[in-house]
């Protein structure tokens, strides 16, 4: 049943997914050093139909997957691999700090789409304040570089590509036929989709391999089975009962963490720029989740 409005579960499953989320930029860009970012991704994505095919049977929801809904799975898991391929470069070619608010400025484009497709999602004014805010904020982002962390207009191109591809992918999961198969059956459409498309596109990336250790290993497959099989359908299931703008706006938590972390464990430079474009970004998608009175 859809609720109006973040309640305490909500509230406590979307700082889960936070903490979850932020950490994950950093193990991406771990996995990055040892393995080929596109080829990583694909092998996500297979590990993880593996894993959300069981959580699928474990739960009995397999007859969730319906054949109808091919058109629409196909195009939310081509959507997600192109949101999926942006992530992993961006984080072999910029920042944890750069690719992480870039990615987070999701709930701008998301924003927009609610208000445009979505009905009884319009923007208010002050919702549009945010927007605004945050587009500013992503903008100042990608124009700021920093000293230290090796930040790209390449890689922070890479990350929008993202944001975009998860902005589309929570679009499609509200408006389409598959929003009435649930998050799970969402979520195994997209890796079940995009493992073939990313693991056939990446030797276009160079070599598959780069001296991997078997700690790129292990949090490739921890990522398989943490990240996508439990957060990404936490998060799904969040879209399914709350507010989409709500949901999305919420996220800003996960670019702080994660700026925080790039700098402590990466030694990438917390610039002003940087510091003021989170701050745009987190103003912005406050007020967009601000209620109006």
């Known amino acids: 049943m859809r609720k109006d409005r973040l309640d305490s579960v909500g509230l406590g499953v979307l700082l889960a997914v936070a903490l979850l989320l932020a950490g994950n930029q950093i193990v991406i860009k771990l996995v990055n050093a040892g393995i080929q970012p596109i080829f990583a991704a694909g092998l996500r994505s297979a590990m993880a139909v593996g894993f959300v095919g069981l959580w699928l049977w474990y739960r009995g929801l397999w007859p969730r997957m319906r054949l109808a809904d091919l058109g629409p799975g196909l195009l939310i898991g081509t959507v997600f691999a192109a949101e999926f391929m942006g992530l992993f470069m961006a984080l072999d070619l910029t920042t944890v700090g750069h690719a992480s608010l870039i990615m987070y400025s999701m709930p701008l484009w998301m924003g927009i789409a609610a208000h445009v497709f979505i009905p009884g999602e319009r923007a208010t004014p002050m919702k549009a304040l945010g927007l605004g805010l945050a587009f500013a904020g992503t903008a100042w982002a990608i124009l700021t570089k920093g000293s230290g962390g090796q930040a790209s207009w390449l890689g ?138």
């Open 156 to 293: 922070d191109l890479c990350a929008l590509v993202g944001a975009l591809g998860w902005a589309g992918t929570a679009f499609i999961a509200r408006v389409s036929r598959l929003r009435h198969a649930g998050p799970e059956a969402q979520l195994f459409w997209m890796v079940l989709v995009s493992a073939p498309i990313l693991l056939a596109a990446a030797p276009l990336f160079g070599p598959l391999l780069r001296e991997p250790l078997p700690i790129h290993w292990i949090a490739l497959v921890l990522q398989s089975a943490v990240v996508v099989a439990g957060g990404f359908v936490a998060w799904l299931w969040l879209l399914s009962v709350y507010p989409t703008s709500t949901v999305a706006s919420f996220s800003f938590v996960t670019p702080l963490l994660a700026i925080l972390a790039g700098h402590f464990l990466f030694g990438e430079s917390l610039s002003m720029g940087l510091i003021g474009a989170a701050c745009l970004v987190s103003c912005g998608i406050v007020l967009i989740n601000r209620k109006a009175s």
